[in-house]
């Protein structure tokens, strides 16, 4: 039948959602339409049992509990906007101006920490290739270029270093920030 | 003065939230029970849902509104309060169910009590909602949340689609496609 009531039509009936003309129509139309009718019974069971569902009681008393509780409490001064945020500038900054200020004692200690990330990286790498039967010479060359050239690319590594760092901490911090309420 | 505290009460009850939070804020916390009448079935409910037993549910309400009371300076009234006490009690119920470390299976999601009729009507009552509760608990995830917070908690789209983060036309579309899925099932 070209008047059929869509679904759409029927899950607003579910909610009591429906205007009135629109709602008369529906069980006007439901009278003369079996399939329709059949329709309707349904998302009148499904709304029946979502109902029943949802029927949970308010505990007495519970207005008074929670009044008497915060009787006591203070309330908190608010959080200020965006303070992680700047915490993390500020602590940025100040790594920088530390690494500025001390580079001559720093930069040895980075040095021999990247060259010590890379031996243990290649030796990793050496032995998984070596472990599923692969020729590990290609790597070895690879990673022989990377030291050769290690002076030109200090500032890289140390670049990548620093973002990932930021990076993890910014996200433990927006993951503390979820946790907070609201 | 009778008078002048039913216009009171008449002016609080039309006071839209974010002025009820004002007014705590400048010291006059008693109003906070303003907050706590129009939200409380709304927390008890949805801490219901998370941790399906009745005393548990009734102190993470408690400890919910505390949270709230204590955070009030820092609620954005761009929110609806609604939502953001929502939040509070979502973390606050998944602090307890860690607590108690255990998870309460999803099947019992919409487990209620049937205080009265006969020991039959209870099981045949029992049956028809153990079988609701295992057809929303086989959908998505993303379509049994909104239907959950629409019908259990009694959220507003509106309210859902800023609890969610999400624009309201997907909540209503989730929503309908969620009740469709189980109008189906129930047929099968």
Known sequence: ?182 | MARQTVLYTVMEKEMQDYEVVRLCLEGRTEHFETLVDRYQKLVYSLAWSYLKDAQLAEDAAQEAFAKAYKHLASYNPAFRFSTWIARITANTCTDFLRKRKEFCPIEDAFEVTDPEGTPEQHVIGRETKDRLEGLINRLDPKYRQPLMLYHLAGMKYEEIAEYLKVPMSIVKNRIFRARKMLRQAMED
Not at chain 1, 67 to 77: D, F, V
Not at chain 1, 146 to 168: W, Y
Request: with cysteine.
């Open chain 1, 1 to 182: 039948m070209k008047d059929c009531i869509d679904q759409k039509t029927f899950s607003r009936y579910l909610e009591d959602s429906l205007e009135p003309e629109v709602l008369t129509r529906l069980e006007a139309h439901c009278r003369i339409c079996e399939r329709c009718a059949g329709e309707l019974a349904g998302w009148k069971v499904l709304k029946e049992k979502l109902r029943e569902a949802a029927d949970v009681e308010v505990p007495d008393g519970l207005k008074e509990k929670v009044m008497s509780r915060i009787a006591g409490e203070k309330i908190l001064p608010a959080r200020r906007e965006g303070g992680a945020r700047r915490g993390l500038a500020a602590a940025i900054v100040f790594a920088a101006a530390l690494y500025y200020l001390f580079r001559p004692v720093l930069r040895p200690i980075l040095f021999s920490l990247i060259s010590a990330g890379l031996k243990f990286l290649s030796a990793l790498w050496y032995n998984a290739l070596s472990a599923v039967g692969m020729d590990p010479a290609i790597l070895i060359r690879l990673f022989g270029k990377i030291m050769a050239g290690f002076g030109s690319l200090l500032p890289v590594f140390m670049a990548a270093t620093f973002l990932m760092v930021t990076g993890l901490v910014v996200l433990i911090i927006r993951g503390r920030a979820a946790r907070q309420p609201g």
